[in-house]
T-cell receptor, first 110, second 114 residues
Framework: TQLLEQSPQFLSIQEGENLTVYCNSS?????LQWYRQEPGEGPVLLVT?????EVKKLKRLTFQFGDARKDSSLHITAAQTGDTGLYLC??????????FGTGTRLTVIP | GAGVSQSPRYKVAKRGQDVALRCDPI?????LFWYQQALGQGPEFLTY??????LDKSGLPSDRFFAERPEGSVSTLKIQRTQQEDSAVYLC????WGAGNTIYFGEGSWLTVV
């Protein structure tokens, strides 16, 4: 059972389009992370958000943590083919527990 | 090594066989995590070590799953009497201390039970 639900599960868009991925839970997290995973590799950390309402930008990627620290979103502007991958949110409960979301598989078509 | 190393990368086991998956974390990392990832899904937590102590094993799906880290560095995940539903990628990750620091993942061990 996974605590975090992501939507959409699959997303296929044209290069240059914008997109948003959502990560929702009924649990309150002390922090939330976003990872990207390429086929055959482990997840790689993109960003950590800690404060409710926090917004972080990483080039064309914008991450937001919900005010109540239960949900988050990832927005990509002008998607590129290199953005293709599996995007995972992960919430931290306590000092040692990191729980991953169900994942969003993004395909950017040239 | 520079990153988390896992072996074997690929394992095909006959149903009922025992398997052992090895994880070599980043040198000096106190915390070690094991996750199970089914195809197309997010990783699911299995167990957590702080040095040699297994502090959380709440995610292990059954008593056929056993993990150890006897000297606080290399860890082994053992699955006894494998079943088809055990087929998944098993990811190991390490961090300096706990889940609050950056967690680095290995490439995973792909287990297929036939």
């Amino acid at each position: 059972t996974q605590l975090l639900e992501q939507s959409p599960q699959f997303l296929s868009i044209q290069e240059g389009e914008n997109l948003t991925v959502y990560c929702n839970s009924s649990s309150v997290f002390s922090s939330l992370q976003w990872y990207r995973q390429e086929p055959g590799e482990g997840p790689v950390l993109l960003v950590t958000v800690v404060t409710g309402g926090e917004v972080k930008k990483l080039k064309r990627l914008t991450f937001q943590f919900g005010d109540a620290r239960k949900d988050s979103s990832l927005h990509i502007t002008a998607a590129q083919t290199g953005d293709t991958g599996l995007y995972l949110c992960a919430g931290r409960l306590g000092a040692n527990n990191l729980f991953f979301g169900t994942g969003t598989r993004l395909t950017v078509i040239p | 090594g520079a990153g988390v190393s896992q072996s074997p990368r690929y394992k095909v086991a006959k149903r009922g066989q025992d398997v052992a998956l090895r994880c070599d974390p980043i040198s000096g990392h106190v915390s070690l995590f094991w996750y199970q990832q089914a195809l197309g899904q997010g990783p699911e937590f299995l167990t957590y070590f702080q040095n040699e102590a297994q502090l959380d094993k709440s995610g292990l799906p059954s008593d056929r799953f056993f993990a150890e880290r006897p000297e606080g560095s290399v860890s082994t995940l053992k699955i006894q009497r494998t079943q088809q539903e055990d087929s998944a990628v098993y990811l190991c990750a390490s961090s300096l201390w706990g889940a609050g620091n950056t967690i680095y993942f290995g490439e995973g061990s792909w287990l297929t039970v036939v």
